[in-house]
């Protein structure tokens, strides 16, 4: 406001104080009004936030409890863990195993002969590494090798640039096969040192050398002299239950199903692994869901209770929105799924969480757990997506947001299949391969090998050319880095190339082959049958195969995809499908707390309300400025006229004086 300072100078009266208390007066209704609307306003907007703060925390939960998956896990023990420790995983039962360690597994290590320095220069030549079981007689003398058929023959080139010691033990760890090369002074000279770095009988290996003498001294096979073994590759042997097993690592997860055994030392006495349900980590997770309800409704209540005692009422106190939140939820918490029906678990009810009579959720910890106990994977389907399966020969993979919950029946009528090349009949041992005739490439999976070359020789029966020719094709650079493999077995007197990969991707084609080795392999006349993918219906309707799985693509069921792993053809069961209870919580609450969700819809309402009061605010400002002007101009006027007034009498004044002196 403009302020005047000669205001009731005239008059001697205080005009100032005058004009703004009579705007003060005339602004009061107005401003009180849009101050007492703004901090309503204000007050709601903050209550709202405090409210989506709350429903978001609790999404958090909700959204963590739908990824939840299976609510099965199990827990394992060892009563000697110093010779055997264990651990369980996914599909691990309920079980008491008694195991003993009578021997551990070793990995080969062999010493080269003593040089004089290990940057002395050694000659040139090749060091070819032979995988799998080194054959020996009572002497200790290798007599052969038994070829690892999942481990490639490798060679070394020692050229000028890598000719030492130094230079061939840094070749042979960059090769990264499998090998690992040290020196190691002994005090009679420095020794190569080559070690596997798998353990088992398979995981030995031979050196074949071939070059200058210094490299040749390197060899290991049936005719080396200095080259010595100073640890065999041998397996595992234990007992479980008193059924002898053998194994070629002492890290074993194939014995037990869903479960870890590592060996440590051979045991005198067998050491009692305990395998049992675990059912900490879903009683965790549901009381975590139950405190997170409880801590969002305590919210709410704080929001919108009203205290008759004091008459006050929550900022948002009579909100259909808040109302409308708490009531879906507890709809959708007391409401049972129709997917479950006929199991002993289909609602929260059935594992223990009730409501409270202050609207908060409690949890009956026995009751869950007989819950758990009964039908863990009931549980599960309350919570999270999930496929229970009710047969043999499928297992539940995945789902789409397509997928409705509800029970399927599942029919495969034809198996996945893999792609194979069936060779022509070769007769028996045995076969001869030639140097400068044994090159070939192979296709897997559409998937081109580079030139692969096969070991010359003779291999005395067609089994020791089958184990050579998978660990040669699966130690393809190409087809290792793409993920492809074969197994190479015998089909009467052909060989067979399999995939193993499953459906109508999978297949073995072999080109650019040799001619002698397309001979000897029967390669000519032979059949590369390409695979199948799996065939059959979910829910009565016609499903999509690829490879091993099968996959829904109409009707409730679309989306839902199954893994047929099994050999059985017809009606297999059913699955039963559940969303989850969560995903109609997220979707809810999403609904509420989203950007487009009707809390932010009430906020920007709001904050458009305090918009407009911004704009009264102006125009009352205005006014008031208006009103202000007019009420100085009508006190200047007064007090110019009453200046004027004051003149006048002051001259009457001394005008009566000056006559009465002059009569006087």
Do not use: C
């Given at each position: 406001m403009s302020g005047i300072s000669s205001l009731g100078v005239g008059s001697g009266i205080d005009i100032r104080g005058l004009v703004d208390q009579l705007v003060a007066a005339e602004r009061a209704p107005q401003q009180n009004r849009i101050n007492r609307?703004?901090?309503?306003?204000?007050?709601?907007?903050?209550?709202?936030?405090?409210?989506?703060?709350?429903?978001?925390?609790?999404?958090?939960?909700?959204?963590?409890?739908?990824?939840?998956?299976?609510?099965?896990?199990?827990?394992?023990?060892?009563?000697?863990?110093?010779?055997?420790?264990?651990?369980?995983?996914?599909?691990?039962?309920?079980?008491?195993?008694?195991?003993?360690?009578?021997?551990?597994a070793q990995a080969q290590s062999i010493a080269s002969g003593a040089y004089a320095s290990r940057d002395a220069s050694l000659g040139t030549g090749t060091l070819t590494f032979r995988f799998g079981t080194v054959e020996q007689d009572e002497e200790g003398a290798i007599t052969g090798l038994v070829q690892n058929p999942d481990r490639a023959t490798r060679t070394i080139q020692i050229e000028p640039g890598n000719n030492t010691l130094q230079g061939i033990r840094d070749a042979v760890n960059a090769a990264d096969m499998g090998v690992r090369a040290n020196i190691v002074n002994d005090g009679s000279g420095e020794r190569l040192v080559f070690s596997s770095t798998e353990s088992g009988a398979e995981n030995g290996f031979l050196i074949d050398a071939d070059g200058d003498a210094a490299i040749e001294r390197l060899a290991f096979n049936e005719t080396s002299t200095e080259t010595v073994q100073t640890r065999a590759a041998t397996d595992a042997e234990l007992t479980i239950d008193g059924l002898a097993v053998t194994r070629a690592s002492n890290t074993i997860d194939d014995l037990i199903e869903g479960v870890t055994l590592t060996l440590k030392e051979v045991s005198e006495t067998p050491a009692a692994i305990e395998v049992t349900r675990d059912n900490s980590g879903a009683r965790s997770a549901i009381e975590g869901f139950v405190k997170a309800f409880n801590d969002m409704q305590g919210e709410i209540r704080k929001l919108t209770r009203y205290d008759p005692e004091t008459e006050r009422a929550g900022p948002l106190n009579g909100n259909a929105t808040a109302r409308n939140i708490i009531n879906q939820i507890r709809n959708t918490l007391t409401q049972p799924m129709d997917a479950l029906d006929g199991r002993g678990v289909r609602a929260m009810a059935d594992i223990g969480i009730v409501t409270r009579r202050d609207g908060g959720l409690e949890l009956n910890a026995e009751r869950l757990n007989d819950a758990l106990e009964r039908d863990p994977e009931a549980v599960a389907a309350l919570f999270s997506p999930t496929g229970i399966v009710d047969g043999e020969g499928f297992r539940y993979d995945s789902n789409r947001s397509t997928t409705e919950s509800g029970r399927y029946g599942v029919s495969v009528s034809e198996l996945a299949t893999r792609g194979r090349f069936n060779g022509a009949a070769i007769g028996g041992g045995p076969i001869t391969i030639s140097e400068g005739d044994n090159t070939f490439r192979v296709s897997v999976d559409g998937t081109r090998s580079e030139v692969l070359t096969l070991r010359p020789g003779t291999y005395d029966t067609p089994e020791d050319l089958a184990r050579e020719l998978q660990a040669l094709i699966n130690g393809s650079e190409t087809l290792r880095d793409a993920g492809r493999s074969v197994s190479v077995a015998l089909d009467g007197d052909r060989f067979s190339f399999i995939s193993q990969r499953y459906g109508s991707e999978s297949t073995v084609v072999f080109s650019s082959v040799a001619a002698g080795l397309d001979a000897a392999l029967g390669l000519t006349g032979g059949e590369a049958v390409a695979g199948r993918d799996v065939q059959g219906s979910i829910g009565g309707r016609e499903a999509e195969g690829f490879g091993q799985f099968l996959t829904a693509q109409s009707g409730p069921a679309n989306g839902l995809k199954l893994r047929v792993d099994g050999n059985l053809t017809g009606d297999l069961g059913t699955i039963t499908f559940a969303r989850g209870i969560m995903a109609d919580l997220d979707r809810i609450l999403d609904g509420f707390v989203s950007s487009g969700g009707s809390l932010r819809s009430q906020t920007d309402a709001l904050n458009g309300r305090l918009e407009r009061l911004e704009s009264d605010q102006e125009r009352l400002d205005r006014r008031m400025t208006q009103v202000e002007a007019r009420y100085v101009a009508q006190f200047t006027a007064m007090d110019k006229m009453v200046a004027q007034m004051n003149e006048t009498s002051q001259f009457l004044t001394q005008q009566l004086a000056s006559l009465q002196q002059s009569r006087s």
């Open positions: 609307q703004q901090q309503q306003i204000e007050t709601q907007i903050s209550a709202l936030g405090q409210l989506r703060s709350a429903l978001s925390g609790f999404q958090e939960k909700v959204r963590e409890l739908g990824q939840q998956g299976s609510f099965i896990t199990t827990r394992a023990s060892s009563s000697n863990s110093s010779a055997v420790s264990v651990s369980a995983g996914e599909g691990a039962e309920p079980g008491r195993f008694d195991i003993q360690v009578s021997r551990l």
